[in-house]
């Protein structure tokens, strides 16, 4: 506990919005404070209601203002603490995702900084907004080796949105505010501010507005912001449409990110347009329509793919054409006459693949824009046959697997889940098959349920993101489907979901190894397990879930208790913990192996195919 | 193809090595690259001499207008444009060389800046591929040193890169 006799007692005001002072200022304008104190003030400001993150030295007096704060407000930012700064920070990462507000992480210096890199990074190849604010050696200390010094912000620069340093206290605030505006804004991300300790203990007058000039970015922001699609634009869009007899909207996460959901699901209904979405772009479209085809790329859907490889005219929106979509650039979406891609960053335009049609701006307001038009101008098409044959492709190509087999399948058991959640829970992941498989048996209504790190493919996300998504939703069931190899990473974590009583319900598909790993050894290495398989290890991870405090940890290994367990695990009132022991040789079908072209897809032996992948030699050392 | 792309930066902490940590990340090259703060205090402007085919090059600007640091940015090669760059050169003279020397330094409008009884130091403003020409005339002339500030430019005419 703070020791009171001690530290000056500051009042800080519960938010209010920075920019839109109520009656011509902040209340707070013109009060003395402390560094530490106008950092707490900000993140009030900017509605913060909860900071993930871990103590230590050089943070310490701005966790001390954070502890006052939330004396004076009744908790209103409750700090959560993890059992390492990696999973504070895919915590605050886990809260935006699922909330779409800025995720906040507080972290001291040197390693508890460098732990952070990674979710940092994450977020950086999601486009998932953060603040993330490091503790740092006092200026003076600075570059003089100090203890738990590191070089954040030449670390950091390299993998966040922006990062600051904050050496000056006067402008402290408005670097707090920057901060925020940058990871919100365009093509969101994650901002990290570095804080010497100094700084943080700087008393000064709080002004309670302000911001740094960043006058190139905040010019490129309202550019492309205000960049609307033109009558023009949007009439040559459906030129093209109209020429077209098979169109296909290829959705990205851009679209969650850019709160463009009702548009494009409006956009897609009006013109009857089927989507095929990226695994980021999960929960866009609502995946129980009838015009979703689901996930595409490396292990999309076999009718996915098909759909792609015979669209004429595919229609990107808030995507960037990655490897894992378009293994092989040249020879994806073979038929498509025309390509149209609308993004709010410009550089992702002609990046991997040239569109012909194109729109950098919101996504919200373009896809909008192109409804109006087709509403106003009384845009018809007939697109029925196309839709038969993409009705031809779901059934004859359907997700299958292995339903006879004495093994518990874990695709069974992620099918057993979604029968009782729906479409309607948050669902976390690792990285690895077990991902894979929730990404392909999941069903999802709305965005911002499926969270899970996509370009990073950061082993360890599940369980931490579960964590912030439920602080975030508190009404949402949250459940992690973690992997045994992926859990293990941030397996502290467990400690966390029981000490604050979160009901979080963990899903390890364990199949005693680093299933992926094993797959790909399996197809390119000639089956050589380097380092893949833990059969002989002695984990125990129902005592460990034990050991943490889950009251439910049940180890499931019999394919008939599945409904059963399933059933009074999802029932369960508080934090559960569920280890199922699936076919350890269960593989992730269909797939599209790396740089290939979608007609080289193996779709296993439970899921047709329409054509034969050639037997081509694989050049196993050039493929990531 | 060479390209001179000129950049328009926030003159902060860090900016310089967001800007070079951007090219080596992302595996572009850097020719030349020169920075030094403007007549507004608060801006910097770098130019850096680059390669790469078309595609390349679209990435580069766009990458790099990403970057919070950066102001405003010009692909001087997109336009009627003027390079030039400064060497300083300190090359062995003596005898009857030091003569030829002095009218190959003249030749090229270069001045001779500093002298003793043995070297010459010259300097040289330029064109890159004038400088490397000038390298090249100095033949069997023993070379002891050399410095190149790297190549700037600026747009001719009315083009203007300002904030």
């Known amino acids: 506990m703070a020791q009171e006799s001690t530290v000056r007692v500051k009042e800080i005001q519960p938010g209010i919005q920075s920019g839109t002072p109520a009656g011509g200022g902040h209340p707070l304008a013109g009060t003395t404070m402390t560094g530490a104190e106008m950092i707490v003030q900000v993140l009030a400001d900017e509605g913060v209601d909860t900071i993930f993150g871990y103590s230590g030295g050089a943070i310490l007096p701005t966790y001390d203002a954070v502890f006052r704060y939330n004396r004076e407000h009744g908790d209103r930012m409750p700090l959560i603490v993890p059992a390492n700064e990696q999973g504070a920070g895919f915590m605050a990462a886990g809260y935006a995702r699922a909330s779409g507000k800025v995720g906040v992480a507080m972290v001291t210096s040197g390693p508890g900084a460098t732990n952070m890199v990674t979710p940092v990074r994450d977020s950086m190849a999601d486009s998932v907004p953060m603040v993330v604010i490091c503790g740092q050696v006092p200026t003076t200390a600075i570059g003089t080796d100090a203890f738990q010094e590191a070089p954040i912000s030449n670390v950091m620069g390299a993998v966040a949105k922006h990062v600051f340093l904050v050496t000056d206290p006067r402008r402290l605030e408005d670097t707090m505010r920057t901060a925020f505006e940058i990871a919100r804004t365009g093509r969101p991300g994650p901002v990290v501010v570095d804080i010497p300790k100094d700084v943080q203990n700087w008393t000064g007058t709080f002004k309670g507005m302000g911001r740094l000039p960043i006058r190139g970015y905040r010019q490129r922001m309202h550019a492309w912001n205000e960049n609307r699609l033109s009558e023009s634009r949007a009439r040559r869009f459906f030129e093209l449409l109209g020429e077209s007899h098979r169109p296909l909207l290829y959705v990205g996460g851009g679209v969650i990110n850019g709160d463009a959901v009702s548009q494009l699901r409006a956009l897609a209904r009006t013109l009857q347009i089927p989507v095929v979405t990226t695994l980021m772009g999960i929960g866009a479209y609502d995946t129980t329509d009838p015009l979703a085809l689901h996930m595409l790329g490396m292990h999309g859907t076999a009718y996915a793919n098909y759909a792609v490889e015979d669209c004429d005219f595919l229609i990107a929106v808030g995507a960037r054409f990655d490897d894992r979509v378009a293994g092989m650039p040249s020879r994806f979406a073979p038929r498509a006459r025309h390509i149209a891609h609308l993004d709010i960053d410009s550089s992702e335009i002609g990046k991997v693949k040239q569109a012909d049609w194109y729109h950098v701006g919101r996504l919200d307001e373009a896809l909008q824009a192109l409804l109006d038009h087709a509403r106003t101008q009384g845009f018809s098409r007939d697109f029925s046959a196309w839709h038969r044959h993409v009705r031809d492709l779901k059934k004859t190509y359907a997700m299958n697997y292995d339903r006879e087999s004495a093994l518990i399948q874990p695709q069974y058991v992620i099918e057993e889940i979604n029968r009782r959640t729906r479409g309607e829970a948050i669902i976390t992941t690792g990285v690895g098959q077990h991902q894979m498989w929730a990404a392909q048996f999941f069903d999802f209504k709305e965005p911002r349920l499926w969270l899970t790190s996509g370009s990073m493919g950061t082993m360890g996300f599940g369980l931490p993101a579960a964590v912030g998504a439920q602080f975030a939703r508190r009404d949402r069931l949250v459940i992690d489907i973690d992997g045994d190899g992926s859990i293990r990473m941030n397996l502290g974590e467990l400690e966390t979901v029981t000490t604050y009583g979160l009901p979080i319900k963990v899903v390890v598909l364990n199949n005693c190894g680093d299933g992926m790993v094993k797959q790909w050894q399996k197809l390119f290495f000639k089956g050589r397990l380097a380092a893949s398989d833990k059969s002989l290890r002695k984990k125990d991870f129902i005592k460990a879930a034990q050991a943490d405090g889950f009251e439910y940890a049940v180890r499931l290994e019999r394919k008939e208790d599945v409904p059963r367990v399933v059933e009074e695990f999802l029932a369960f009132d508080g934090p559960a913990f569920l280890e199922v022991m699936i076919d350890p040789d269960a593989g992730v079908y269909p797939m599209v192996g790396p740089g290939m072209p979608y007609t080289e897809m193996i779709t296993g032996d439970f899921i047709p195919s329409r054509t034969r992948p050639t037997d081509g030699e694989v050049d196993s050392s050039s493929m990531f | ?163």
Not at chain 2, 45 to 73: A, C, F, H, W, Y
Not at chain 2, 116 to 145: F, H, N, P, V
């Open chain 2, 1 to 163: 193809m060479r390209h001179i792309i000129s950049i328009l930066l926030d003159n902060e902490a860090g900016a310089l090595s967001r800007v070079a940590g951007l090219f080596s990340a992302r595996g572009y090259n850097i020719e030349s690259l020169t920075v030094a703060p403007t007549d507004d205090p608060s801006l910097s402007r770098m130019t850096i001499v680059t390669r790469g085919s078309d595609p390349v090059i679209e990435q580069i600007t766009k990458q790099l207008n990403k970057l919070v640091d950066v102001v405003k940015l010009m692909d001087l090669t997109e336009h009627d444009h003027i390079e030039r760059e400064m060497m300083l050169l300190k090359v062995v003279a003596k005898g009857e060389d030091r003569a030829e020397i002095k009218r190959l330094a003249d030749i090229f409008r270069g001045r001779i800046i500093d002298v003793d009884d043995e070297t010459y130091t010259i300097e040289l403003t330029g064109k890159a591929d004038k400088l490397e020409a000038m390298l090249q005339a100095l033949g069997s002339t023993k070379i002891l040193e050399v410095v190149r500030s790297g190549s700037m430019g600026i747009a001719r005419r009315e083009v203007v890169l300002k904030f």
